[in-house]
T-cell receptor, first 109, second 112 residues
Framework: GIQVEQSPPDLILQEGANSTLRCNFS?????LQWFHQNPWGQLINLFY???GTKQNGRLSATTVATERYSLLYISSSQTTDSGVYFC???????????FGKGTRLSVIA | KAGVTQTPRYLIKTRGQQVTLSCSPI?????VSWYQQTPGQGLQFLFE???????NKGNFPGRFSGRQFSNSRSEMNVSTLELGDSALYLC???????????FGSGTRLTVV
């Protein structure tokens, strides 16, 4: 099956710093989503981005489908950005989402 | 609009018991998927239902089962609980293939 690799596995930032999280996948995909898992366990959908670039406030994401990677940018990080960020891909219609192992982000004041 | 609702939020069960978890999808969403999250294995796919039919199944033993009702609400059942079944169980709903998934808050199951 498709492989999803996220890097780095852990990241510690000072409040106000910027960061880039990466997701590599081993095959073509129909769907790619970025999620933030909060301390209570809920997966919050950040972006649905099978290709192209999207922005939402301090967050933006870019997926280069032909090169099989996606990037999540966090600018001016805040302590509330802490948590685990997951990339998940759907290889084609009617197949389940496959998750990477996540990037654990800690933003310190 | 209301999000994906999972009940209960927390559950403690004894080895050998069975448990039923519930998931109500976003109104209009006909696809419901279930995932198990553990520290060691990460997020693993359990099964997906679409219009009351199981469309996909992950690599879990037969003790794990599920169903979907005509109103798209879904339940999953785990029989003969084992300590290793302790996990966060997450449900997601979607309009359909390649439409993006929205997750509920999860049910945290502890087996003692």
């Amino acid at each position: 099956g498709i492989q999803v690799e996220q890097s780095p596995p852990d990241l510690i930032l000072q409040e106000g710093a910027n960061s880039t999280l990466r997701c590599n996948f081993s095959d073509s995909v129909n769907n790619l989503q970025w999620f933030h898992q909060n301390p209570w366990g809920q997966l919050i959908n950040l972006f649905y981005i099978p290709s192209g670039t999207k922005q939402n406030g301090r967050l933006s994401a870019t997926t280069v489908a032909t090169e099989r990677y996606s990037l999540l940018y966090i600018s001016s990080s805040q302590t509330t950005d802490s948590g685990v960020y997951f990339c998940a891909v759907e290889q084609r219609g009617n197949t389940p989402l496959v998750f990477g192992k996540g990037t654990r982000l800690s933003v310190i004041a | 609009k209301a999000g994906v609702t999972q009940t209960p939020r927390y559950l403690i069960k004894t080895r050998g018991q069975q448990v039923t978890l519930s998931c109500s999808p976003i109104s209009g969403h006909r696809s419901v998927s279930w995932y198990q999250q553990t520290p060691g294995q990460g997020l693993q796919f359990l099964f997906e239902y679409f219009s009351e039919t199981q469309r996909n199944k992950g690599n879990f033993p037969g003790r794990f089962s599920g169903r979907q009702f005509s109103n798209s609400r879904s339940e999953m059942n785990v029989s003969t609980l084992e300590l290793g079944d302790s996990a966060l169980y997450l449900c997601a709903s979607s309009l359909g293939p390649s439409e993006g998934y929205t997750f509920g808050s999860g049910t945290r199951l502890t087996v003692v």
